[in-house]
């Protein structure tokens, strides 16, 4: 990690955990974490039904409110979608977009990615995007020119102001939920073949400035490893940010209390 780029810490959810089960559980987190901020920025990413609920517990703290997806439209006939207004609303402040899930089980392409960044930026949310390889692709030696697509179809358009606002995550799709961790080396790699895409989309400086995530079976004792590589600027976490005490030792970068 560059000391020039804050670490962010993101908990996704998914589709786990009831309203009750959100003020328990960001309750322990917070008794967790204790009154003093971490170093990394904070985000957790309840499901819709429970951000309200979650910014009530977490409101006045360092930990702030993200959202799992939105529609790219303010408004408009789009059945069980959700706008960028509604999440603010909400006191939402971050928005994961092109989620593997999204792409695989939605058919989410990187065209509908770009436009909701787009609307994203427009109405001032942080936009988390995710890129990544099937395993197929991997074994294929397609790895770097699929992220370099999804890169540049997200960013086509955009100036260097926008895309210095954006949050990446590295999300290799063979290590989500399957208990399997890209080796460290090789996702500080790959993160690096995404600041260089940036770079020549925009300049050397946004490129630096960008925050780059890893996301892929992050747990609490691999943290430190993926924190130590240059372009690895924080973590994208599944299944680890349903517990309390694990999500807060990766928030605190894997270093003790």
């Known amino acids: 990690m560059s000391n020039n780029r804050r670490a962010i810490i993101a908990g996704n959810w998914k589709m786990h955990k009831t309203t009750a089960e959100t003020r328990v559980f960001l309750q322990s987190l917070l008794s967790?974490?204790?009154?003093?901020?971490?170093?990394?920025?904070v985000v957790v990413c309840p499901p819709f039904t429970s951000l309200e609920a979650a910014r009530e517990v977490i409101k006045g703290t360092f930990v702030q409110l993200g959202a799992q997806n939105m529609h790219w439209q303010s408004?408009?006939?789009?059945?069980?979608?959700i706008s960028p207004g509604m999440l603010i609303e909400l006191g939402v402040t971050h928005v994961i977009l092109g989620h593997s899930e999204r792409r695989q089980y939605f058919a989410e392409r990187d065209e509908a990615v770009a436009r909701k960044l787009e609307a994203a930026l427009l109405a001032g949310l942080t936009p988390i995007v995710c890129v990544g390889e099937t395993l197929e692709e991997r074994e294929g030696g397609l790895t770097d020119n699929v992220v370099i697509v999804q890169v540049q179809r997200c960013l086509h358009g955009r100036t260097p102001e926008e895309v210095s606002r954006v949050v990446f995550a590295y999300e290799p799709i063979w290590a989500i939920?399957?208990?399997?961790?890209?080796?460290?080396?090789e996702a500080n790699r790959v993160c690096g073949v995404l600041r260089d895409t940036i770079a020549r989309m925009t300049d050397d400086h946004t490129a630096q400035t960008v925050r780059?995530?890893?996301?892929?079976s992050v747990k609490s004792d691999t943290i430190a490893d993926q924190m130590a590589q240059a372009n690895i600027d924080g973590a994208l976490v599944g299944g680890a940010s349903l517990e309390a005490s694990s999500f807060a030792t990766i928030a605190r970068l894997g270093r003790p209390e």
């Open 32 to 41: 967790e974490l204790g009154p003093q901020p971490p170093e990394a920025e």
């Open 75 to 81: 408004h408009g006939a789009f059945t069980g979608e």
């Open 177 to 185: 939920g399957t208990g399997k961790t890209c080796d460290a080396a």
């Open 212 to 216: 780059i995530q890893y996301g892929g």
